[in-house]
């Protein structure tokens, strides 16, 4: 590691290390020794700061507040709100960037490009241009020293877990921490995103009603991203105008094709489903974005979603053990498998129910916080359970994706798109198709 990375990570310590550090004390205080606090005031305090700093401990934020008692309750509710809002970076640094990255005369290699940014997030920031043959791209920046800033950010997040373990030993955060890890360390790659943008416009072809970037590879680095510019209103921006029904189902159902598409047909996923990364068309299709945490899952891992679907659907205990022996669960009980049953019930439950319905048909905004509370209690009370790397982005983008269907609340057959997809699957014939999609696109391995 050079002078100026060690420095870097030394500040970045410094900075979130108090604030980690401290919430995390005072959660202890209030689990071991009865201490209360203001657990909502110490949640927005990190919440504004995770946001200020722009970096991957926002984006593991938002991830952890999907994930069922990775985080207490006050906690998860303050860092859901974390979107791509953190503020963008002046025009200083967007010159030193473009010029570490397509030399001194960079200027000269568009037609027009913005000063301000057009959308700031976690790991960079976006600014729209045109090419000189008129296509009209945006340029995605990486924030200076990433890199340094990922790691210090993952040793505060290693600490974080470990105290809150240490309290609540129900959900072993080992292999969690692992995937969110390997992850981060894979999105600061912009090459590597570009190869999966391609992924993304490969596998989603037919499907006329999400659309794709496409990569500019003579202007994108492993720093800087260059995509064409697709037109596009945020998903919230247009929810506020109350569109009709009709509107909500259409692009609940785009919405539902761009993520389940690419995992029941290819073996993949896009493991960030929040709000910042969907845009909505005048036509009420979607525009997919972000695809820095893509997951590729073996032929064999997604024959054991399925496998769970149909256990619940039928309730076939045997069947439902054997298809978390296939996930990776290990050393599970019949008690804790009841348990963890709970949770896949309320998951697989509108996939189930063949009608048109809404998502959940329960007006309560916390009964999802609920199931996941005596989940929670129901593995505590069995001796905890180490959830597998491949759960991680699985339930993640289940979570994430069902509150954004909330939010729409949208009205469609769940259960006639869910078995349309896994129709007259099989296995070989998705490992094929998923090499030779990610060999045109060239993907490289996971490291």
């Not at 960037?97 to 027009?112: C, I, K, N, Y």
């Not at 596009?232 to 159902?253: C, F, I, K, T, V």
């Amino acid at each position: 590691m050079s002078g100026s990375n060690i420095f870097g990570e030394i500040r970045r310590m410094a900075r979130t290390s108090g604030a980690v550090g401290g919430i995390a004390a005072r959660v202890a205080g209030a689990r071991v020794f009865g201490i209360q606090t203001d657990k909502s005031a110490h949640a927005q305090d990190l919440r504004t700061i995770l946001g200020g700093l722009k970096g991957p401990l926002m984006k593991v934020a938002q991830f952890l507040s999907t994930v069922p008692d990775a985080l207490p309750a006050e906690y998860a509710a303050e860092l859901a709100q974390l979107q791509s809002n953190a503020p963008a970076m002046g025009w200083a640094f967007v010159r030193r960037r473009m010029a570490s990255e397509l030399g001194p005369d960079w200027q000269s290699r568009f037609t027009t490009f913005g000063h301000e940014a057009a959308a700031a997030a976690s790991l960079g920031q976006v600014h729209r241009a045109t090419l000189p043959d008129g296509t009209d791209v945006a340029c995605k920046l990486q924030y200076p020293d990433m890199p340094s800033t990922v790691e210090a950010d993952l040793r505060q997040l290693r600490l974080a877990m470990a105290i809150y373990h240490r309290m609540d030993n129900a959900i072993q955060h080992e292999e969690i921490y692992k995937e969110l890890a390997e992850r981060l360390r894979e999105e600061l790659d912009y090459e590597r995103e570009a190869a999966q943008m391609r992924l993304y416009g490969l596998m989603l072809a037919a499907h006329p009603t999400v659309h794709v970037p496409r990569p500019i590879p003579a202007y994108s680095t492993k720093r800087l991203l260059t995509m064409t510019w697709l037109d596009g209103r945020p998903l919230m921006q247009r929810l506020a105008e109350d569109p009709p029904q009709e509107e909500r189902n259409r692009m609940a159902e785009a919405l539902f094709r761009a993520w389940y598409v690419p995992f029941y047909h290819f073996g993949v996923i896009h493991g960030d489903p929040h709000l910042g990364n969907y845009q909505v068309r005048a036509d009420a299709s979607v525009n997919l974005l972000d695809f820095g945490a893509i997951r590729v899952f073996p032929a064999k891992f997604v024959r054991g979603v399925i496998d769970l679907f149909e256990a619940v659907r039928d309730h076939d205990d045997d069947r439902a053990h054997h298809a978390y022996e296939t996930w990776g669960f290990t050393d599970l009980s019949r008690e804790k498998m009841d348990v963890l049953n709970m949770w896949a019930r309320f998951l697989y439950e509108p996939l189930i129910d063949d009608r048109v319905r809404r998502i959940s048909e329960t007006d309560d905004p916390m009964f999802g916080r609920e199931v996941a509370e005596r989940v929670h209690a129901g593995l505590k009370r069995t001796g905890g359970v180490k959830p597998p790397r491949e759960f991680v982005l699985m339930d993640r983008s289940a979570i994430g994706l069902g509150g954004v269907f909330l939010r729409l609340r949208a009205e469609l057959n769940w259960s006639r798109l869910f078995n349309e997809l896994i129709a007259d699957f099989d296995e070989q014939r998705l490992a094929d198709r998923q090499a030779a999609a990610l060999a045109e696109a060239g993907v490289p391995p996971a490291t």
